[in-house]
């Protein structure tokens, strides 16, 4: 991921650690459940409820240790992103599941149609807020040079 959403923090420890003393993991390393939990700042019962939905999977266990694969720390991040935009889990089950590589005729083209709906409405709410940003931006400036402009004469005094 090129925006390093998926950066781990610096006291993460991998379960298969090498030593090799490498800050990025090879897509080949996986995760324990707490370490995803703590990297991306959720809960390890929401990882639970992602992974019951078929949203991310364990791939298999290290000692009893649930893990996850680097493209499961992927497709949270887009989970994430998607559930603080304001976008329905069940809206993005049907996209997720459009992307399987198994996914039928009818899944792909209804997780499309999903994401085209969720893309046009998200970019409605980015106008509304980028005219409210405005907006203030322009009342912040109004204030500003009032404040200023009340000040300009007790400092003459």
């Known amino acids: 991921m090129s ?62 240790v649930p893990v996850f694969s680097w493209a499961d720390c992927e497709r949270l991040a887009f989970i994430i992103k998607c559930r603080k935009a304001g976008v329905k889990l069940s809206d993005i089950v049907t996209i997720i599941d459009a992307t399987d590589d198994d996914a039928s005729p009818l899944a792909f083209k209804t997780g499309q149609e999903n994401c085209m709906a969720l893309v046009e409405r998200l970019e409605r709410r980015r106008r509304v807020i980028d005219e409210a940003l405005a907006e203030l931006s322009h009342v912040y400036a109004l204030l500003t040079t009032k404040l200023l402009g009340d000040a300009e004469p007790s400092r003459r005094q």
């Open 3 to 64: 925006n390093g959403e998926c950066e781990p923090p610096a006291e993460t420890v991998w379960l298969d650690d090498t030593g090799s003393g490498r800050t990025d993991p090879p897509s080949e390393r996986v995760l324990s459940l707490e370490n995803v939990a703590r990297m991306f700042g959720v809960s390890k019962l929401s990882l639970r409820y992602y992974e019951f939905r078929g949203l991310i999977r364990r791939m298999h266990s290290l000692g009893g």
